[in-house]
């Protein structure tokens, strides 16, 4: 079996900035591409920003310019820093990781339990 366990999440002030991280553990050969996630009340989840694992990037408009996502391979962790905080960036942000198990060759898709962000003053 394969977790995800993110943390880093919290409350912060419009402008500020947090640092989320999310560290996979279990059985895994490799990790394709991790992304973060996130979904407001009564809205669609979607997609933050993706990391393949040659480093190539994704991010939704909303967040270019203010938020970066980052890995370490030999840690099979990745990062998202958020800069320049709003508002609307109040969500549950989930982390998600494309994963090769020792025990076999299909890729599995997991998921995180979630970490609450809230910006407010």
């Known amino acids: 079996q394969v977790q995800l366990v993110e943390s880093g999440g919290g409350w912060v002030q419009p402008g500020g900035s947090l640092r989320l991280s999310c560290a996979a553990s279990g059985w895994i050969f490799s990790i394709n591409a991790m992304g973060w996630y996130r979904q407001a009340p009564g809205k669609q989840r979607e997609l933050v920003a993706a990391?393949?694992?040659?480093?190539?990037?994704n991010y939704a408009d909303s967040v270019k310019g203010r938020f970066t996502i980052s890995r370490d391979n030999g840690k099979n962790t990745v990062y998202l820093q958020m800069n320049s905080l709003k508002p609307e960036d109040t969500a549950v942000y989930y982390c998600?990781?494309?994963?090769?198990?020792?025990?076999?060759?299909?890729?599995?898709?997991?998921w995180g339990q979630g970490t609450q962000v809230t910006v407010s003053s």
């Open positions: 998600n990781a494309d994963v090769i198990t020792i025990a076999s060759t299909r890729v599995v898709d997991y």
């Open positions: 990391i393949t694992s040659c480093g190539s990037t």
